[in-house]
């Protein structure tokens, strides 16, 4: 037998404090427990005394969905079109933003929203615990707004596939047949209006009647058309963009009169788009010595030298014809009722001080067409639309707050918004790379407005005019601010647990909790006398300290949980059995009760030790494994069995130091010797 | 006390085999009968307030919407519906034609939806986490029983320890794949998280005994390693017959008063936990002995 005993050599008031200690732990994990009994006792002695000793919250247990019943719902976030070093961060505000409004708006007591990720895709899952309907729910979620900031998409259209390619081939071929067939019938003697009958495209005209048309929307027809007369019939096949066609032309009429100018601008600080720095006295005696100088002949020459208007050294200050209405009223006014070659007086307008030269006058013509269509396809038909629009990672996320504003020059309303940090970087580094483009704003993927951008922002503040009442306005502000997410969301799964099938399985669980204990305490008594009620008191010990520290840490219970933790109790048990076999085994072989003791444990406690680092291995990768009901059970195992090794060795060792330092003696032995043979006490 | 565990142990290690063998044959010929986690699709339980329509009328209303359907009666009110995947739309939709063919009320008792998609990561998971903690146990004996490396090196004891855990795991499989096979008992998350509970527990047990035969090999001179293991069979008996009842009473309370939807779990864990103690005692140290026999040729 070995003769080194290795105990602490402890006094008994040392112990006393242990025990006492320990006492006092299980009284506080009772109160965090049960709060509003310790709050009835505070009342009372508030009442007596009037020492104002505050009243705990009364917070209630975490419950978990299945015990709560609840909705349980997983949501997958679009992130097809943000690039990939950006999705996780994308999702994370998915997250907050679904939190934020599922707090605020649903009234549910403790949401738990988190992100996962399953192979490539990106789900955000959210749980309700006491929501009544969830239908609700989903749809509140669903509300949320998605506010993304675009802008312009320089990209090249992708290429054809093959398949594409044959596509239109195939279709073009049957165009031209038909083409084909109609010239080959008109040639043997069929009329265009039977061939518009039979053939034309353009089910919704009358007879083929495309109405009067202009230059800009029919250049090729219009074309022919200025050199036929009323009632021609095309000889030839007419092709344009989208189709072809065989015209008649039925009858002509007079357009728009139309001026054709050239303009020598001179324009000061302060003028629209002037980007000289002319002041304006300068700028009107340089425009009065043009006009001393200018004639018809040289007007071009002089309008390259001095005009201040953008790309007047190559022009000419040519501008070409133009209708009414499209120049401002004193320019036209200067040019539009005078004779051809004439050069107006100076006139000021807001872009400066100009000459005006007229070079001509006409009234356009436009023809009334009939005709027979056949449509043809080209890649813009097959490819997918070209999004506009691209991507800048701007967006709802980077959202600090919405607000109403009215623009206090139109009175217009408008929505102004606030970017946090992050948000204001990156909005500045936009609005500088598009300056004089637009910039697109997004809700829930329709285009709000696509604003110019006149100079780079750097205040991170924005603002959006997009014809809004009061009313939408402020609705819009409202649910920005609630949160607008970055991505779009799809719900992919749901779990409605109904509530009352959680209270069964809660009450259930719960008695069956109760029972296990009570059965493994008959048990220990049974078999190990007096040390079995010292360990039946530090399972209870042991038992409530776990549950205050579920309820501290807001450790959500679920079913699993329990179960987890009901079994933990067993575990806890196996270690005080290791322990009080040792102590028998002590015993027999003629130790002190004292001694046995201590050596009781030390003997024990690497079984124990290796024991519970074994299970807590599995729960470590049980953690890592699972989610929900996984988790809930390995973490409620892991906080157990920590918590036993605890309670075994520190109170259930220290209250058997306590009782045995009155039991000294031999004679007390009997009282741990469970199922020994009487022969084997010495 | 001295109960001659280890003279039978050709014994104990055939049935074991046996046994073992015996439902690696059950998996092969009928599998597991894998639940909506592995699957996917909808499983919907109702309650009908008062008649329960039969079970080819509820039917009737999924086929007409092209789905697949099986049915399950639960008690009188109860049915329990499996289908393929439901989206919202169709959701509200087949509740609104079961109302149709149902007079009283029904009441939705808990309606779940598992996309394909989740499930094939889980099975996947599953596998990594067991081989990853089978490994952990191994490397941590291999370190905690680094002492004993005579007669047999310590890394073996961690070998055999996770071999007696797998015949655990085994018998487990092999019942469920029986009750898969006779009374459709399917197998979800909660199984999975079983088997894990098993593996920890299991290894928990073996490692008090084989804690024991260091202690003696530390203690006594003795030659015969046999004598030695037996020795410390019987000395941890008593408790680990303790500890394993102990266990298997909180088990048993849950079984028969806990919550019905963990009933297969905790059948699971009852058998696993009563096979780990088996194998401690009746496995895992008779191979001890044979391994250090076989070293010695």
């Known amino acids: 037998m070995d003769k080194k005993i290795i105990f602490k050599s402890l006094n008994k008031s040392q112990v006393k404090w242990r025990v006492a200690g320990s006492l006092i732990l299980f009284l ?138 044959a596509q239109i081939a195939e279709y073009n071929d049957n165009a031209n047949y038909k083409i084909k067939n109609i010239l080959d019938e008109m040639k043997a003697g069929a009329s265009l209006e039977q061939m518009i009958e039979k053939y034309s495209e353009e089910k919704e005209l009358v007879m083929g009647n495309i109405g009067f048309i202009t230059e800009e929307v029919h250049p090729e027809i219009y074309a022919w058309a200025n050199s036929a007369n009323d009632g021609d019939v095309s000889q030839i096949v007419i092709k344009e963009m989208d189709g072809m066609s065989v015209v008649r032309k039925l009858s002509t009429r007079d357009g728009e009169k139309e001026v054709s100018a050239k303009h020598i601008l001179i324009c000061y600080r302060g003028a629209s788009y002037c980007e000289s720095q002319f002041s304006e006295e300068e700028a009107l005696s340089k425009i009065n010595n043009l006009k001393a100088e200018v004639t018809v002949e040289n007007f071009s020459e002089l309008a390259k030298q001095n005009s201040t208007e953008p790309g007047a050294s190559e022009s000419g200050g040519d501008l070409g014809f133009f209708k009414a209405g499209q120049m401002v009223p004193e320019f036209e006014n200067a040019v539009w009722n005078v004779p051809v070659n004439t050069i107006s007086e100076v006139v000021k307008t807001d872009f400066g001080y100009h000459l005006i030269l007229k070079t001509g006058e006409q009234t356009r013509k436009e023809y009334e067409i009939s005709r027979v269509f056949i449509s043809t396809m080209q890649a813009s038909d097959v490819l ?91 609705l819009l502000v409202q649910r920005l601010n609630s949160g607008a997410l970055p991505v779009g969301i799809e719900i992919i799964n749901q779990q409605t647990v109904d509530a009352s099938l959680g209270m069964d399985s809660l009450t259930t669980s719960f008695k069956a909790g109760l029972i296990g204990l009570m059965l493994v305490a008959l048990l220990m008594i049974i078999f190990y006398r007096l040390s079995g009620l010292i360990s039946v008191v530090s399972l209870v010990i042991y038992s409530v300290v776990v549950l205050a520290i579920f309820k501290f840490i807001g450790v959500t219970l679920t079913l699993s949980g329990i179960a987890g933790f009901i079994l933990s109790i067993g575990m806890a048990v196996d270690a005080n059995v290791l322990v009080f076999e040792r102590l028998k085994e002590e015993l027999t072989e003629g130790k002190s009760l004292r001694s046995a003791t201590e050596e009781a444990f030390v003997r024990a406690w690497p079984s124990i030790r290796d024991g519970n680092i074994t299970t807590l291995i599995s729960c470590v990768f049980l953690i890592w494994f699972g989610s929900g009901f996984v988790q809930g059970f390995a973490v409620a195992l892991s906080l157990g069995v920590l918590v036993s090794m605890f309670t075994t060795i520190i109170i259930t060792r220290n209250f058997m130091r306590f009782i045995f330092s009155f039991l000294d003696g031999k004679k007390f032995n009997w009282l741990f010797l469970g199922g020994v043979k009487k022969e084997k006490i010495s | 006390m001295n109960i001659p565990f280890i003279k039978y142990s050709k014994m104990w290690l055939f049935i074991s085999g046996v046994a073992a063998v015996i439902s690696v044959i059950f998996l092969i010929m009928w599998g597991l009968k894998p639940g909506i986690d592995f699957t996917g699709g909808s499983l919907m339980e109702l309650r009908f307030a008062e008649n329960r329509p039969v079970a080819d009328e509820i039917k009737a209303v999924f086929v007409k919407s092209g789905l697949e359907v099986s049915t399950q009666n639960s008690g009188e009110k109860i049915l329990i519906v499996r289908t393929s995947f439901l989206d919202e739309n169709k959701h509200q939709e087949i509740l609104t034609n079961l109302k149709e063919v149902t007079t009283g009320d029904i009441t939705e008792i808990s309606f779940e939806t598992v996309g394909p998609t989740i499930s094939q990561q889980l099975k996947q998971r599953a596998w990594m986490a067991i081989v990853l903690v089978s490994l952990g146990i191994i490397i941590y004996i291999a370190y905690a029983f680094r002492k004993v490396s005579r007669p047999v090196a310590s890394w073996k004891y961690g070998l055999l320890a996770v071999i007696a855990l797998i015949h655990d795991l085994l018998i487990v499989i092999g019942v469920f794949a029986l009750l898969g096979h006779f009374y459709g008992i399917e197998v979800n998350t909660p199984f999975v998280v079983a088997l894990l509970t098993v593996l920890g527990y299991s290894v928990n047990d073996t490692i008090v005994v084989y804690d024991r035969i260091r202690e003696n090999l530390l203690r006594r001179r003795e030659d015969d390693f046999g004598v030695l293991v037996n020795a410390g069979l019987n000395q941890t008996l008593w408790r680990s017959v303790n500890t394993s009842f102990t266990t298997l009473l909180t088990l048993f309370a849950l079984y028969f008063f806990g919550g019905s939807t963990i009933h297969s779990f905790v059948l699971a864990l009852l058998i696993g936990i009563a096979s780990g103690a088996y194998s401690s005692i009746f496995i895992a140290s008779p191979l001890l002995v044979v391994v250090e026999k076989w070293q010695r040729k």
């Not at chain 1, 969905?65 to 999702?91: C, F, T, W």
């Open chain 1, 28 to 165: 506080v994990c009772l109160v965090v427990i049960f709060p509003a009994y310790a709050n009835i006792g505070i009342d009372w002695v508030n009442n007596k005394t009037s020492i104002g000793i505050p009243t705990l919250p009364n917070s209630g247990f975490n419950l978990g969905l299945d015990l709560q019943g609840g909705a349980h719902l997983v949501y997958q976030a679009k992130v097809d079109d943000i690039p990939e070093n950006e999705r996780a961060s994308s999702v994370e505000g998915v997250r907050d933003v679904i939190e934020r409004r599922v707090r605020g708006g649903l009234g549910v007591a403790e949401p738990l929203v988190q992100t996962t990720k399953v192979g490539e895709e990106y789900r955000v899952i959210v749980e309700l615990p006491g929501i009544k309907n969830v239908s609700d729910a989903i749809q509140m979620i669903g509300e949320t707004p998605v506010l993304e900031f675009k802008e312009a998409n320089n990209d090249k259209p992708r290429d054809l596939t093959d398949a594409e390619k």
């Open chain 1, 384 to 474: 997918p639309p070209e999004d506009a629009w691209k991507q800048t990672g701007l967006s709802g996320k980077q959202l600090k707050r919405a607000e109403v504003a009215q623009n206090t020059q139109t009175g217009q309303i408008q929505v102004s918004l606030n970017f946090d940090d992050a948000g204001t970087t990156l909005f500045s580094d936009i609005t500088s790379r598009n300056v004089d483009k637009q910039v697109a704003i997004f809700l829930d993927g329709e285009i709000l407005s696509a604003p110019v951008v006149n100079e780079a922002i750097i205040d991170g503040s924005a603002v959006i005019s997009g014809n809004f009442t009061w009313q939408e306005a402020k």
